[in-house]
């Protein structure tokens, strides 16, 4: 029984490495572009959550819209005042400029809300679901649920619509999809707006699970890097698995080699994964 | 030449000063020189420290009948001395152990201080007390606790607060009372984070249980910036110790609080070792899930009209904040030091190396929950301790030692069943 509940938690925190990450290999797919900023992306969701949450009141639905829609447009601002400009540099400024933005983002959220660990008041998601004795905590549950819902979506908004056709089209020949009369600045700006938008959303359901400071991004980031890594870079599905796996792997060894063991085994496994298949699980190779 | 006067008129200077200083502070007063970090990372500490330390020469400089049997605080200066005042130099390291190290020298030297106090960050008073050492001067070590202050066959050192072996000895013998009473502890179980700090206090109290022959059931380090801790929890589970031990920080405290919530697991008693579990955030984030939780301080205001309760109102009529443990832990070296110069009788260091040698204050004689101030041959204070509070309500209130409680103990713990 022990294990089975391990089992369900690594699995449950794979599904928030998952909805953290999928942020990053959307823009990955759709730019061949690393955004370094991305772990202060979803630590501005978090705050955002917390200042609605003081400030206006209101359950998750409410915050979690808003975390969102606000690092939507923080992503299209971003897009169109600094990575617009970066991209026609070379490949070293592309990634220190988000490298630069992650700081400013990270020291300016310390100047702004100090260094002191934060967490959300009790929501009315604070519950724990008890099936024949396995417990799931109610905001890691429908964080998983929503990671899941949120690769789905973004996968068939990139494979089904005409939108991800535009997308993925500018991301594959810039110069052929402005001769079919695509605006590809639009375009990559609604690509970076989607990715801090779910960025925003993991925000917003991992701050009801965890207390955070403004260097919440750095412990995160590493992980998120290292699943987008395994899972494929650019594939959203690979991400999903890619963090299912890696949570499972770390529960699984800190229950039975002791907690300090876990990274240690997670990557580990990443390095002969890579070696094996250097693609990632589901990338293009 | 000209470079060469300028030197000349300081040394004529200095000299000067040093005569003067000598002809009006032979008899009554005595130099402690006093090394804190005043400006940088830690600064904060060093100000509060600073501001306690006032208020202690205040105390024993002047007249304060109403503060009980606190030593020297009925008298105006040191009677032994024909009432002499302490006077106070106060000099800032910021932090670093060379520049500590440097200072300790020039108060030595050319301040000539009679005896020397500090220095907060561990580092620094490791160096300072070394100098102290070297010229033969009395160090007396506030509050830093790293073990390997002393322990290095000083025989100028002395610590008044209590170490990491201390505050394990105080957590057994809480458990053997506890016991006494009825309580069941067959086994601990001790949760570490994995740098310096927790490994070290762990080991600390590992170390005492095998003494005191309580089984250890579990000891689990992790790393503290872990971003989840369900493994441990479900350890700690199917482990079913009778009270866990929490040495951590301050995000994965609370992630710990809120995982065990989750996972529904309440050992009969949680015990934090300071740190994490008194950061400003801790309470607001999980006081409705830990109720009962326990943690550490040395100091209590204690009730009104009672000696402490006296000394806060003096601090905090200074600082506008009451006194904090850190501060309230130097204080009290800072008494022990005084009663020790007082009974020297004398400014010689010696004299005042050999009256340290032979401090024994008890109980009631301190401001802080210490059993008393005895110093073994290393230097160390043997009867450091510290007392226990519980978070009850939004609070933490002092629960043990009985004699000095302020409400009753709660236990088990009622985590989130309220």
Redesign the interface.
Known sequence: MLLIQVIVGGLLLGAIYALFSSGLTLIWGMMNFINFAHGEFVMLGMYVSLLVVVWLGGGPAAFGFTAAFALFVLGVVVYLSLIRFVLRGPMLSQILSTFGLALLLRYTAFWIFSANFVSLPQTSLSGTINIAGVLMPVPQLVAGVIAVMLTFGLHLLLTKTTVGSQLLAVSEDRGAAMLMGIKPDRMQALAWGLSAGAAGIAGALMAIAYPWSPSVGETFGLTAFVVVALGGFGSVPGALFAGLIIGLIQGLSAFWFGPIYKDIVVYALFVALLWLRPQGLMGKA | MKRFRLPAAVVVATALVLYASGLSGAAETVKIGIIWPLTGNAAAAGQASKAAAEVAADIINNAHPELGDLPLAKTAGLPNMGGAKLELVFDDHQGNPSLAQQLATRLITQDKVNVLMGAYQSSCSFTATAVAERYGVPFMVGESAAGNITGRGFKWVFRGTPIASDYARTYMRFFSEMKKQGKKIDSIAVVNE?TDYGTSVADAIVDEAKKGSIPVAAR????A????????V??L??KNPDVVIFISY??DS??YM?TM????YKPPMVIGDDTGFS???FI??VA?VAQGAMNRSAWAIGKPGSTTYKINEMYKAKTGRDLDDTSARNMQSFFALADAINRAGSTDPEKIREALAQTDLKPEQLMMGYQGVKFDNTGQNILAATYLIQLQDKKYELVWPESAAITKLEWPMAGWKK
């Open positions: 994995n689990i380090p992790y790393s910036s872990s971003t989840d801790v369900s493994a441990q479900l350890q589970k199917e301050t995000a609370i992630l809120k919530k989750n996972l529904d950061d400003p955030s607001p984030a409705d």
